[in-house]
Each structure stands twice: as structure tokens, then as C-alpha cells.
């Protein structure tokens, strides 16, 4: 079997990929790989059990058509300064244009006209001062919000678009391996999951667009292979839960504020990330049982609280070169404290040194919207110097939203972010292996929907 192009993964690089290739007229035959199920088939038995069950052979949330973030929160960031370092390869401007372009097209399947964070000037200045009061900076970044329910309605269009238009798409399907010969790409090899049938497919070019779930993987062919990459950065942080009324002015002006800060004593980047007003807390697992920490936030469908990520950035040196594993052994420590369940600890009972109680949770005031999660300790699971890190940039949010730093603020765990592998790209994508790219999460160089979506805009483009 013969292609034009293959594509690995369904996520919105690849999406994106097939679709603007479709949208320049181009006629070649294209085949896109996915691990997982057809955005319609995805479901989380969650909504019915209210524990997670540990889906087998994948879990819902993270794999199938749209890939993990479009089953999250479903924000579309509509600056250039987030989302990763994309800008960085392709330049600012050019950046900004293609989110512009991008953006219409989501408008086209049905994304909510409505920009959050463009009103309220005034009181944006007002968080920006009180966030300089806190030595933190504010990234005032217009959010257009699909809503994880939305989100599923907006991919399925777009599914069933490249389908009519003669895009294959194999579902269930894993990809193993590359075949690759005098330095060029030939072929992937890859699983049918439920017939077991191996099968190898020839290109000639190939997009490998695993998503922040396949960093592992593309990391293994990486090494094999001798594809340039060099390790990146590891994120590991928390997921903080408070009352809506803690956070009622700032989502109501921007209702997604990032804010970066290099915090006393180690001066790391830490940042918030993935805010969800109104929103729900919820479970990932990954493929060897690890579970993780995420929020969603729905369009409809609204909770007391809201909840976001605060992420410490951690940078490594010779001679060692695993970001990956390093995540993956924090988070490994924190589901054996939870007995694989997500932990949850009062702020209060960190700063006393003590675990939190199931017993002190029903008495607060903030209710935990992960009803399966476990009272437990993260200190004793998350290194000093993240939990340090976190801590600091806390109480320094606390100048910026009074009442964050409330002794029953919930921090869940863990939250770590696998996209630290770093693929070297030229300024079309393509790997140090002549007609192998490589998009989106995967690839180290975006984080979210809009820079992951853009970076196929620009591939599409390129291969049409």
C-alpha cells in the first residue's frame, strides 16, 4: 500500500494537516494512522460510574480523533505568546497571521464567535498592576472558548469533512516503526489493535503528529533512528481548585489569566496554565496506567469552583538527558501514594506539614470536583525544589486573586506535562531524515489546540 502522505495521529496537527491540504485542492492521497476511536465513538464511562475505570487499551480523554486537548478544556489561544515556541522558528508576525487564518477556519465548523479577555481594559490594568505588585507577569491573552462539549461537535464536522473529501483515516491503529533507508523515510509500520495485524504502509512523505501522549514514543525512534532532538523542558506542577467567588473578577475580565513568575529562591519559570471557571477537575491515564491531572470546563454545564495548572519549569543538563522519565517517575510516585487515584491536599495542611483528611475536606468550603480523588500528601511524592516552587507562586497569586492562598485551596496531583522532547526541524518541518516531519506536542515545539492546529495549517501548505 502506496500513499501521497501519511499521517501519525488524528490530533489537530494532523487534522489540520489533511484538512488544509483538502482546502488548497491538492490530489494526493492522503492516509492519517489514529490509535484511538472516531471523535463520536470517544467516551468517558466516568460520567456514569463517577470513578475512573482505567479504559482499556487507551483511555478516551487522551486518544481518538481531536487528541487529549479538544476533551479538555477546549480554548483556542489566540496570541502568539502562548503556546509554546513555534514563534521562535517561524517568527512572531508570521506566527499571529497564521493563529488570524487558523482561527476562521474554526469559525467555519462552528467555534463560538465570542473572544473572552478583549473588554475591561481597565480592570485589566488593575490585574496587571496587583500581578507586578506580586513579581509576576500577565499575559493578557485572548481565549476563544469551544467548550469540551462544543469542542466534540466542531471535530466531528471536521471528521466527517476530510472523510467526504478522501482523506483515509485508519482508527485503532498503532503506529510501531519507521522504515528508513539511506537517510529518507520509506514506510511506517503499524498495529491493527483489534485484529493484531501488523501492516506496513510506503509514503512518500510522512507527518508524525503523535501529540503530547506520544512524546514517549517519538523519543524511541529518535533515538533509534538518529533523528535530531535534543531534550526540552519538563513541566511539573499541580492542578489548584478554588471557589468561583476567589476567582470571580479575574474570570469575568480575561477568564483565562497566564501569569509567569521566577520565584524566590531558585528563580524557575512557573506559570499558570489551562483555566477553567466553573469548571471540573478530571483524570488522564496514559498507556502504562499512569494518571494524571487535568480540567475540563464545558460550555453548558458549570461547577462552583475553578480550577488551572501551576506548572514548574525544569531544565537539565549533562549528563543527564531524560526530561520524559524524570515526569514520569514524580508521577508514578504520586499515584502510589493514591494508590493510582489523583491526590488532593489542602494549601493549609502543606504549609503545616501535615497530610490532608477525607474528614477535613467535607468540612471546607471548597467541595473537590474530582469525587474519586484521594486525601493524601504531595510533599512527600513532588520534589522539594518544584513544590517549593509552587508554593512561593501561590502566595504570590494571592496579591494578584485575594483569597488563592486560603488554607483550603486544593492542590491535586499530579500534573506533568510530556512534551519535553525537542525535534530539530528546518523551517518546513521535516526532520534531519529527508521527508519525515514532525507537528504539534509531539515535536516540542507547541503546547494547546491553536499552535498545534497552526503548525498543520503551515505543513498542509507545504506538502499540497
Request: hydrophobic share 35%.
Amino acid at each position: 500500500m502506496h500513499y501521497d502522505v501519511v499521517i501519525v495521529g488524528a490530533g489537530p496537527a494532523g487534522i489540520f494537516t489533511a484538512l488544509e491540504m483538502i482546502r488548497k485542492d491538492s490530489k494526493k492521497k492522503i492516509l492519517i494512522i489514529e490509535k484511538g476511536a472516531p471523535v463520536d465513538k470517544r467516551h468517558c464511562p466516568k460520567e456514569e460510574t463517577k470513578v475512573c475505570v482505567n479504559c482499556k487499551p487507551y483511555c478516551h480523554i487522551t486518544t481518538g480523533f481531536s487528541g487529549a486537548g479538544a476533551f479538555s478544556d477546549g480554548k483556542l489561544s489566540l496570541s502568539y505568546e502562548v503556546g509554546g515556541d513555534l514563534p521562535e522558528m517561524i517568527g512572531k508576525n508570521k506566527a499571529q497571521d497564521y493563529i488570524d487564518y487558523t482561527d476562521k477556519i474554526y469559525l467555519e465548523f462552528g467555534a463560538d464567535e465570542h473572544v473572552e479577555g478583549l473588554e475591561n481594559t481597565g480592570a485589566i490594568k488593575d490585574i496587571r498592576k496587583h500581578a507586578i505588585q506580586g513579581g509576576l507577569k500577565l499575559v493578557d491573552c485572548p481565549i476563544r472558548h469551544l467548550g469540551t462539549e462544543k469542542a466534540q461537535e466542531i471535530y466531528f464536522k471536521i471528521q466527517e469533512y476530510i472523510l467526504e473529501h478522501g482523506v483515509e483515516i485508519r482508527f485503532h491503529c498503532k503506529a510501531k516503526d519507521l522504515l528508513i533507508e539511506d537517510n529518507k523515510v520509506k514506510a511506517v509500520e503499524f498495529e491493527d489493535m483489534k485484529t493484531k495485524e501488523q501492516m506496513t504502509v510506503s509514503a512518500d512523505d510522512i507527518v508524525i503528529a503523535a501529540g503530547r501522549k506520544g512524546a514517549d514514543w517519538l523519543k524511541s525512534l529518535c533515538t533509534k533512528h538518529d533523528i535530531n532532538h535534543r531534550a526540552g523542558t519538563v513541566d511539573i506542577g499541580v492542578r489548584v481548585e478554588v471557589r468561583n467567588e476567589v476567582m470571580e473578577e479575574v474570570n469575568n475580565v480575561l477568564y483565562e489569566s497566564k501569569l509567569i513568575g521566577y520565584v524566590e529562591p531558585y528563580r524557575d519559570k512557573v506559570r499558570t496554565f489551562c483555566q477553567n471557571p466553573g469548571g471540573f477537575v478530571s483524570q488522564e491515564n496514559y498507556d502504562n496506567d499512569l494518571a494524571v491531572v487535568n480540567g475540563h470546563s464545558y460550555k453548558e454545564r458549570k461547577s462552583n469552583n475553578t480550577n488551572l495548572a501551576i506548572l514548574s519549569s525544569h531544565n537539565f543538563c549533562a549528563p543527564f538527558n531524560q526530561p520524559i522519565e524524570y515526569g514520569k517517575k514524580v508521577s508514578e510516585l504520586v499515584n502510589m501514594l493514591g494508590n493510582g487515584k489523583i491526590l488532593v491536599q489542602r494549601y493549609g495542611d502543606i504549609l503545616n506539614g501535615k497530610r490532608t483528611w477525607d474528614k477535613e475536606l467535607s468540612r471546607s468550603n471548597v467541595e473537590p470536583s474530582l469525587v474519586d480523588a484521594v486525601a493524601g500528601d504531595l510533599t512527600a511524592a513532588i520534589p522539594y525544589r518544584p513544590m517549593t516552587n509552587i508554593l512561593n507562586f501561590i502566595a504570590a497569586l494571592d496579591s494578584v486573586v485575594p483569597g488563592f492562598a486560603s488554607p483550603e485551596t486544593l492542590l491535586y496531583g499530579p500534573e506533568v506535562k510530556f512534551y519535553s522532547n525537542k525535534i530539530i526541524l528546518d523551517e518546513h518541518f521535516e526532520t534531519s531524515v529527508k521527508n519525515l516531519y514532525c507537528l504539534g506536542d509531539s515535536s516540542g515545539w507547541t503546547r494547546g489546540l491553536m499552535m498545534a492546529s497552526l503548525m498543520g495549517v503551515i505543513m498542509g501548505q507545504h506538502l499540497s
